[in-house]
């Protein structure tokens, strides 16, 4: 079994370096890839409510043969639901579709701006830590100016901000706001999906100086970043080669040198103008 180190968040909760994203793992072939990357090692788990998994990963925990106090369980809210009541009401309904009594870590899925209701469910959400019912509490897609208006008008700092970032879009702005203010960055869509990035020279050039398949380095790179990737694979061996990406490192100039593919976003999901709900 492989194991994925851990830092601590910026409430004390501890977080994996890596973890497995959960994005179109459905029916019976999803709660079978969450039981075996349970079992390969994996520890983080990011579904949302939007995905419409969050039942099969619910059922791939009880499937696993770890016990669930060692996972971190990750779900998000979608834009629909923003708003005080209407925050806690959708979270006691993930917590009953996955069949868990906690949350370990509570994500704002995409601010919506224009709705203007992501501080009274950030509010909402404090209110559901302090409960008990969620364990870390943070962000997805958010901006600079997002994260100041939230901490400004609460006083409570996300643990997470899980945005888009891999070699093409580095976030370096973003990510160095964070380490100030003690937020861990999370990747999604960390290897860039249907994009030539892994066949990049560099990436082709680095993986074959390291020894290693480009979604490594890749991976590794994101590590090297502090920022913890999420990749997706419903592949038992897929899965262990995603997650071994600890036994080499990165030097200085080899990061920098992936970096240098930085193109912008590949989706159109700027938090400013993007709304899902």
């Given at each position: 079994?492989?194991t994925?180190?851990e830092?601590?968040?910026?409430?004390?909760?501890?977080?994996a370096e890596?973890?497995l994203?959960?994005?179109?793992?459905?029916?019976?072939e999803?709660v079978?890839a969450v039981a075996?990357?349970i079992?390969?090692?994996?520890?983080?788990?990011?579904?949302?409510?939007?995905?419409?998994n969050?039942a099969?990963?619910?059922?791939g925990?009880?499937?696993?043969s770890?016990?669930?106090?060692?996972?971190?369980?990750?779900?998000?809210?979608?834009?629909r639901?923003h708003?005080?009541?209407?925050?806690?009401?959708?979270?006691?309904a993930?917590l009953?579709?996955?069949?868990?009594?906690?949350?370990d870590?509570?994500?704002i899925h995409?601010?919506?701006?224009r709705?203007d209701?992501?501080v009274?469910t950030w509010?909402a959400?404090i209110?559901l830590?302090?409960?008990?019912?969620?364990g870390?509490?943070?962000v997805?897609?958010?901006?600079?100016?997002?994260?100041?208006?939230?901490?400004?008008?609460?006083g409570?700092?996300?643990?997470?901000?899980?945005?888009?970032?891999?070699?093409?879009?580095p976030?370096e702005q973003?990510?160095?706001y964070h380490?100030a203010?003690?937020i861990r960055?999370e990747?999604w869509?960390?290897l860039?999906r249907?994009s030539?990035?892994l066949d990049?020279?560099i990436?082709?050039?680095?993986?074959?100086?390291?020894?290693?398949?480009?979604?490594?380095?890749?991976?590794?790179?994101?590590?090297?970043l502090?920022?913890?990737?999420i990749?997706k694979s419903a592949?038992?061996?897929?899965?262990?080669?995603?997650?071994?990406?600890?036994?080499?490192?990165l030097?200085?100039e080899e990061?920098?040198?992936?970096?240098?593919?930085?193109?912008?976003?590949l989706?159109?999901?700027?938090?400013?103008s993007h709304?899902?709900f």
């Amino acid at each position: 079994m492989l194991t994925i180190p851990e830092v601590t968040l910026n409430d004390g909760h501890r977080f994996a370096e890596l973890g497995l994203g959960t994005y179109g793992l459905r029916a019976e072939e999803g709660v079978v890839a969450v039981a075996s990357a349970i079992d390969s090692g994996y520890r983080l788990l990011d579904t949302a409510l939007n995905y419409e998994n969050e039942a099969e990963v619910g059922e791939g925990i009880r499937r696993s043969s770890v016990d669930r106090d060692e996972l971190i369980v990750t779900t998000k809210l979608p834009g629909r639901h923003h708003g005080y009541r209407e925050t806690i009401a959708s979270a006691r309904a993930s917590l009953t579709e996955l069949g868990l009594d906690r949350i370990d870590l509570y994500l704002i899925h995409w601010p919506n701006p224009r709705v203007d209701k992501y501080v009274d469910t950030w509010k909402a959400m404090i209110h559901l830590r302090d409960e008990g019912l969620l364990g870390s509490i943070g962000v997805s897609n958010f901006t600079i100016g997002m994260l100041d208006r939230l901490v400004d008008e609460t006083g409570v700092v996300p643990a997470v901000n899980q945005v888009e970032l891999h070699p093409y879009f580095p976030q370096e702005q973003l990510r160095a706001y964070h380490a100030a203010h003690g937020i861990r960055t999370e990747s999604w869509s960390p290897l860039a999906r249907r994009s030539e990035l892994l066949d990049e020279p560099i990436v082709q050039e680095l993986a074959e100086v390291h020894r290693v398949t480009p979604s490594q380095l890749v991976l590794r790179w994101h590590v090297e970043l502090a920022s913890t990737p999420i990749p997706k694979s419903a592949d038992p061996e897929r899965q262990r080669e995603n997650a071994d990406v600890f036994g080499f490192s990165l030097g200085a100039e080899e990061v920098a040198a992936i970096s240098a593919l930085e193109r912008g976003r590949l989706w159109d999901g700027d938090p400013e103008s993007h709304e899902e709900f």
